[in-house]
């Protein structure tokens, strides 16, 4: 696990450290010491803690004129035993909300496992977003992960499909992934309109 790293083709655009409004603005990080962990397994240093004990983070991009950010995601998502969720929206998305930021993509090829919880906070946060035009999108959700994900009904708060879930999106660059999730979706919700 530690020799994962968070996708980094896109810090010549884009550092959460060096964005005064982010979340991570100013964080300084150590190539060679390994702290955080998921278990027994320690990740490498480049992933940020939101306040998960097993689900950590990297914003690889942010748009404020799109009102949107892309994030990627490493470790077990459990709802169950600790509520990630409350996490990532308390720590992260609310306070990227109060700048602007409406569209949420969360990169998650190495999301290992998913276990589901309460949604009252997924809740809140989908209907938050909706109200100013945004939303909640999943992408490169293991195979596994995209069926939990069907199985707890979380289609009601996060966009994922099994069109965009196998996306080449280290191929694209921010802006064309952006605008081609917001398209996919957009025309995604007209349809269901019908």
Request: glycine content about 4%.
């Amino acid at each position: 696990m530690h020799d994962i790293e968070p996708f980094f083709r896109w810090r010549h655009l884009y550092q959460a450290e060096q964005d005064k409004r982010s979340p991570f603005y100013r964080k300084v990080y150590d190539e060679f010491g390994f702290t955080n962990a998921i278990y027994n397994y320690y990740i490498h240093p480049q992933w940020d803690n939101f306040g998960s004990s097993t689900l950590y983070l990297k914003i690889l991009y942010t748009d404020y004129e799109l009102g949107c950010t892309i994030i990627e995601l490493i470790g077990e998502w459990n709802d169950t035993l600790h509520d990630d969720i409350m996490y990532l929206k308390r720590n992260i998305a609310e306070y990227m909300q109060d700048h602007g930021i409406f569209k949420f993509m969360l990169i998650c090829d190495n999301v290992l496992n998913f276990h589901s919880g309460d949604n009252l906070y997924l809740d809140e946060w989908s209907q938050e977003v909706r109200e100013e035009g945004g939303w909640i999108c999943c992408i490169n959700l293991l195979d596994h992960v995209f069926a939990d994900f069907e199985d707890a009904y979380l289609q009601r708060y996060l966009f994922f499909a099994d069109e965009i879930n196998e996306i080449e999106w280290r191929q694209m660059k921010p802006d064309q992934l952006i605008t081609f999730i917001d398209s996919f979706i957009n025309h995604s919700q007209k349809s269901l309109e019908f």
